[in-house]
């Protein structure tokens, strides 16, 4: 049995539950940080000395906090040989769009974009500040585009770990009042991921509560 620490509004513990739901795994999820508290405790820090979300132990099994390392962890124990390869090749190519995903397009899209049109006050919003960051996002996602103009997914033709660190935010970009470049095949792959059950559980929720 999984145990999770996280709340589910907080974006990299979605890409967590997603992975979780996609590989159909039984877990306890504890909410915490954001309006739950608790990620300053001597009893969380104790599990991450860092202080945030997500957390997950498996079983008897050591603490594992870092997203990226908590998705690899999961994908390499329980995953398919598609969506997690066991061969260094492919699971190389598997890694490096996860890894382009993660610095790519979640890091420019969470704190530039979402915090300052979702989470910032409007008197205190920057339109100009806004859509700069999102013409540097979407720079990336063009890439991403491109990519799927190829293939079915963004690896390549199997769904796979990489489509969860890159998928998991298209939701709120998709969802958010911005101005967004035509991207058919991107916007087609999402509409592709919202058919997913895990995906509409875990990442197409309410951010409501994040809201300014």
Do not use: C
């Not at 589910?8 to 992975?19: E, F, G, H």
């Not at 911005?178 to 309410?206: C, E, F, G, K, N």
């Amino acid at each position: 049995m999984l145990e999770i620490w996280g709340r589910k509004t907080s974006s990299n513990v979605q890409a967590l539950m997603w992975a979780v739901g996609e590989l159909n795994l039984p877990f306890t999820r504890h909410d915490i940080g954001h309006r739950f508290g608790g990620t300053d405790t001597p009893g969380f820090l104790a599990l991450n000395p860092n202080g945030t979300v997500p957390v997950l132990r498996d079983g008897d099994g050591h603490t594992l906090w870092e997203t990226g390392a908590i998705l690899r962890y999961l994908a390499a124990q329980y995953g398919s040989d598609t969506f997690w390869p066991v061969a260094p090749s492919p699971r190389a190519n598997v890694d490096k769009w996860a890894e382009w995903a993660k610095l790519n397009v979640a890091q420019t899209f969470t704190v530039p974009v979402f915090w300052r049109v979702v989470r910032t006050p409007a008197d205190q919003q920057d339109p100009q500040v806004i859509q700069s960051a999102v013409t540097t996002l979407e720079r990336s996602l063009a890439i991403a585009e491109a990519q799927l103009v190829k293939h079915d997914f963004l690896a390549g033709q199997d769904f796979t770990l990489a489509d969860i660190q890159l998928g998991h935010v298209l939701y709120r970009y998709y969802d958010i009042a911005i101005d967004r470049a035509p991207m058919p095949a991107l916007r087609s792959y999402y509409d592709r991921l919202t058919q997913r059950p895990a995906y509409r559980d875990h990442v197409m929720i309410s951010y409501d509560e994040l809201r300014a």
